[in-house]
C-alpha cells in the first residue's frame, strides 16, 4: 500500500464554508453545529463522559508530562481534551475533515490549542511522527492494519489503549484452546504483551452500532523477536486453516509441501547449494517437525512460545542457517548436525587461526540451543581437551556474550555485552574464534591461564586426527579472511513462505 503525507490541518480551515453566516445563526444551532456520522467510515463517537474519563484514567496513570500522544479518530475530541489535561502534546489523526474542524474549533483560543496537532488523512497509509503512546476508538474496517502498523512502527512507543468491537478484541487476547484462538491472536502475542481493559456497551455510542466494543492495552515486546514477519505469518496461515488438524497433518498436505519445496530449490539455487537426488521434503518435515517434539501438536492448543521456540522460528533460522554455513562455510569454524532431524544441537568444529598459537589445530565441540532461544544464550562446550584462559576444565566456555541477559552487578558486565535476542549464531562463532587470539587472562574459568603456550601446542597435535577429510586448514591471514556472503534481502525474498 503507498505510503502518503497526511496534511496538516491548519486552523484558519473554514469546516463551516459552504453555510453561510446568516443561514448558520438562523439555524438550531444544537443541529448546525452537529456533524453528519458516516457509518461507512465506522464512526461511533463516545458519548458517555463517565467511560470516556475512565479510559482517560487508564491512560494517565502511565502517562508522562513529557509524553507524546497519538490518537487514531479522534472524532470530536470528547477524549482528545481529556488527554491533552495530562500529556505534552497530542498528535490526533482523523480521516473525515468534518470532524476534524470541529476538533479544531473545540480548542481553538484555549491553551491546549499549541499542543495539538491535528491530521487529516487515512492513519494506515500516514507516516506517523513519534509518540510514546497511542489510544484509539478504532474504525472495525482498520482494525488489523492499525495494530500492525502501530507495532512496525520505529523507534518503539510504550503503550496503546486502544477501543475495537468486543469480539476482535477478545481474538487479540485469546489463549490456546479459546474458540477465539486464531492467526491475529499468535501474530498479535508475538510481538505485545495484550490485556483486556473494560467492556463498553454499545448504548454508550453514537450512532449506535449493532455489537459491544472492549477496550484493550498493548504493550510491545523490546527488543521484538528476531524473525522475519513474512516467513512466520505465512507458517501461521497454513497451520491455521485447519488448526485442529496435526502439525504434521497440515504440512503434508500436497499443496502445502509443493511451496515449502518450491521454496527450498529457489533458496539453494540463489546461494548456489547443490540438492540431494534422493532428497524427500515430506520426510525432511516430518523429521523437523519429530525433533521439536511437535509432529502430533495441534495449532488451536499452541501458544506463541510453542510456536516460536519450536516448530517455525527454529525450522527456518536453524535448517536455513546451518544449510549456508555448510555450503559456504566462514574460515574459522565449521558446522553440521548430529543427525538430519535434530536442529537444538549443533557439531562444531573451530579452526586454528593462523599466527595464534591454536594455529593448526581443529577442535571439536558442541553447541546446544535452549527451549526459550532465542531469548537466552545457547551453550558453547569443547568436546575435546582446549587450554585456554576463558575455557574450564570440563570444556565449558566463559565469554560475556553467552552470558544470560541484562547486567550482572556480581562480575560488572552490562547488559549490552551480554546476550540479547538479536544474536547470530555466526556472530557467536566469529567472537569464539576471535579469543584464540586475544585470551582473557583475567577470565575465572581456568586459574592456571598463566602458562598455557606448551600445553596448547600440545592439544593443537592431538586435534589434527579429528580434521574433516578434505577440510583445508589455513595457514595464512589470507586463508583465513571472512569471505563475501549473500545479502540479508535476497535471502528474505527467496525463502518467503506464502501460503496464498
Known sequence: MPKVKSQKFGYSHNSTKNVSTSTAATSKPAKAMAPLFRKDLGQHILKNPLIAQNIVEKVAAGLKCTDVVLEVGPGTGNLTTRILEHAKKVVAVELDPRLAAELAKRVQGKPEQRRLDIMVGDVIKTDLPYFDVCISNTPYQISSPLIFKLLEHRPLFRCAILMFQREFALRLIAKPGDNLYCRLSVNTQLYAKVDHIMKIGKNNF????????????????????????????????????????????????????????????????????????????????????????????????????????????????????????????????????????????????????????????????????????????????????????????????????LHPPGDDPTSGETAAERWNPTQSVESILISIVSLMGDPNCSSPANVDAGSYNSIVRSQVEASKKDIPEGLKIPTSADDFVQKQRHTEDEHDENFCLNAN
Open 206 to 401: 453514537k450512532p449506535i452500532p449493532q455489537v459491544d466494543s472492549s477496550v484493550v492495552r498493548i504493550e510491545p515486546r523490546n527488543p521484538p523477536p528476531p524473525i522475519d514477519f513474512k516467513e512466520w505469518d505465512g507458517l501461521l496461515r497454513i497451520v491455521f486453516v485447519r488448526k485442529n488438524k496435526t502439525l504434521s497433518a497440515n504440512f503434508k498436505t500436497s499443496s502445502v509441501l509443493d511451496i515449502i519445496e518450491n521454496n527450498y530449490k529457489t533458496f539453494c539455487s540463489a546461494n548456489e547449494m547443490m540438492i540431494d537426488a534422493n532428497f524427500d521434503i515430506k520426510n525432511k518435515v516430518i523429521n523437523v517437525l519429530k525433533s521439536v517434539g511437535f509432529a502430533e501438536s495441534r495449532a488451536a492448543k499452541m501458544d506463541v512460545d510453542d510456536f516460536l521456540k519450536y516448530a517455525f522460528a527454529l525450522f527456518h533460522n536453524f535448517i536455513t542457517l546451518i544449510q549456508e554455513l555448510t555450503s559456504n562455510p566462514v574460515p574459522g569454524f565449521t558446522v553440521a548436525l548430529p543427525d538430519d532431524g535434530n536442529v537444538f544441537e549443533w557439531d562444531v568444529g573451530i579452526i586454528g587461526a593462523p599466527g595464534t598459537i591454536y594455529e593448526g589445530g581443529y577442535f571439536k565441540a558442541n553447541l546446544k540451543f535452549p527451549n526459550d532461544y532465542p531469548y537466552n544464550p545457547p551453550t558453547f562446550k569443547f568436546n575435546n581437551e582446549f587450554f585456554h584462559p576463558n575455557v574450564y576444565q570440563d570444556g565449558r566456555l566463559c565469554i560475556s556474550i
